[in-house]
């Protein structure tokens, strides 16, 4: 069993910051990419940002220079560092991870649960 669980979501006022975190556990092999999406209802999943095993990142265009995502290899955690957040960054955020759980097996995504992030005063 793989789980992959978000924290740190809330309410926060415009301009304000907040940290989101994505655990790994289980029986994991190994992690390739690892990414943070977003959701607004009635709306398409959007990708948020990613980050390679070696560390590589990329972010959709709306949220450069505002957030960092950032990863503990020895944790198995990954982070997403918001800041200057905007109403429109509303939206439930969920964390995915490319996972092998054995050395033979294929990479697998895996998906958290969701966090809700709310922008508003």
């Known amino acids: 069993q793989v789980q992959l669980v978000e924290s740190g979501g809330g309410l926060v006022q415009p301009g304000g910051s907040l940290r989101l975190s994505c655990a790994a556990s289980g029986s994991i092999f190994s992690i390739n990419t690892m990414g943070w999406n977003r959701q607004v209802p009635g709306k398409e999943r959007e990708v948020v940002a990613s980050i390679t095993s070696g560390g590589s990142t990329t972010y959709t265009d709306s949220v450069k220079d505002r957030f960092t995502i950032s990863k503990d290899n020895v944790k198995n955690t990954m982070y997403l560092q918001m800041n200057s957040l905007k109403p429109e960054d509303t939206a439930v955020y969920y964390c995915?991870?490319?996972?092998?759980?054995?050395?033979?097996?294929?990479?697998?995504?895996?998906w958290g649960q969701g966090t809700q992030v709310t922008v508003s005063s």
């Open positions: 995915n991870a490319e996972i092998r759980r054995r050395w033979s097996d294929p990479w697998y995504k895996y």
